[in-house]
């Protein structure tokens, strides 16, 4: 190689490690409170707060990349246990229940959660929502934003096992094909750039044979630390692709949160 051409060769190479990348990480910032540890029969009351920024996702216009569903994968020490508590009730398909009146009892209130999504040209949207707990571990949500898109949407997530070694359940919450298409008046897909979700530390009083006056039991208990006293969350935003068939990209982003003894 001559003198010249190496001297090409390795400027090229010298800027290339040099330059910036602009790739930008999503984040996961998890707490959870109060981090006092129960047992496998009795979890603690215990509430949490996840925070995902995804920012390297722009908004799209061709429309092969849709948004297909957003899954929270949670700790296997975080234990549910919806059976003395009211819940909501809805069918999407015969539109009852919550999908006729958009409201549910609120002592099935289980939390809320923010989505704000990148609108390109139209501008960040701000998406809000009420969590309700339903029979058989649903998740009922009225997804709602004013500007610049007006979305009034009802949907039904699902707590369900992860399928991932280190994690229990997972929030995985569809999204609608009404909330796939474009921003009305444009040609954008819009995409997430972060969520914000809080459980709440729901407790309710029972009576319980043997034991004298009533024992709180909570909807969401924290059991046994796990060894190291971390506790993983995961938070998965998916893609699909104009068939919506495939997943074509997940944006992930992963937090602990500590836990006590």
Do not use: H, W
């Not at 029979?135 to 399928?163: C, E, H, N, T």
């Not at 074509?248 to 836990?259: I, L």
């Amino acid at each position: 190689m001559r003198p010249l051409s190496r001297l090409l060769l390795l400027g090229a190479a010298s800027a290339l490690i040099a330059a910036p990348s602009a790739f930008a990480a999503s984040t996961l910032t998890a707490s959870v409170s109060p981090n006092k540890a129960g047992t496998v029969v009795q979890g603690n009351a215990v509430g949490f707060k996840l925070t995902g920024a995804f920012p390297d996702t722009p908004s799209d216009q061709t429309g092969n990349l849709q948004l297909q569903s957003i899954a929270t994968k949670l700790p296997p020490a975080l234990l549910f246990n919806p059976i003395p508590f009211s819940y909501c009730v809805g069918d999407p398909v015969a539109k009852t229940g919550f999908f006729a009146t958009n409201t549910c009892p609120s002592s099935s209130k289980l939390g809320s959660a923010t989505v704000i999504a990148d609108g390109g040209t139209v501008g960040p949207i701000t998406a809000t929502t009420d969590l309700y707990f339903g029979a058989g571990y649903a998740v009922f949500a009225r997804v709602r934003a004013s500007q610049p898109a007006v979305i009034d949407q009802a949907v039904q997530a699902k707590l369900q096992s992860s399928g991932t070694n280190g994690y229990g359940l997972e929030l995985y919450i569809p999204i609608p094909q009404e909330l796939r298409q474009p921003i009305a008046g444009s040609a954008i897909y819009p995409t997430v750039k972060s969520v914000t979700a809080t459980v709440s530390a729901l407790t309710k009083s029972v009576k319980v044979k043997g034991t004298k006056g009533k024992v709180k039991v909570p909807l969401v208990g924290l059991g046994p630390c796990p060894s190291g006293g971390k506790l993983p969350f995961e938070m998965d935003v998916n893609y699909t692709d104009a068939g919506g068939l495939n997943t074509v990209k997940t944006d992930v982003a992963k937090s602990t949160a500590s836990c006590k003894k």
